[in-house]
């Protein structure tokens, strides 16, 4: 069973920056695309970026130039650095992943930004 365990959330001032990470278990092979999504108080859950095993990107257009994603690969690990937080960038920050035709979500990390 794949599993999705996330790190690196909690409490930043607003200008500031934070490190997500997402390490998968429960599967030896490179994992089709992985990426993060987020979700705020009263509003959907939406797509923050994703990547794939050989590396292309897609970006939510708002927050791309503030927010890259990268991996390793070869130990499915998905990153997400945040810069320049802004208070509405607080939600909580959930890892996905794709094996087609399967999804799989992690836990979900708190990320809040302060004003």
């Known amino acids: 069973q794949v599993q999705l365990m996330e790190s690196g959330g909690g409490l930043v001032q607003a200008g500031g920056s934070l490190r997500l990470s997402c390490a998968a278990s429960g599967y030896r092979f490179s994992i089709d695309t992985m990426g993060w999504y987020r979700q705020a108080p009263g509003k959907q859950r939406e797509l923050v970026a994703k990547?794939?095993?050989?590396?292309?990107?897609n970006y939510a257009g708002s927050l791309k130039g503030r927010f890259t994603i990268s991996r390793d690969g070869a130990r499915n690990t998905v990153y997400l650095q945040m810069n320049s937080l802004k208070p509405e960038d607080t939600a909580v920050y959930y890892c996905?992943?794709?094996?087609?035709?399967?999804?799989?979500w992690g836990q979900g990390t708190q990320v809040t930004v302060s004003s």
């Open positions: 996905w992943g794709m094996i087609v035709p399967d999804t799989y």
């Open positions: 990547i794939t095993n050989t590396g292309r990107t």
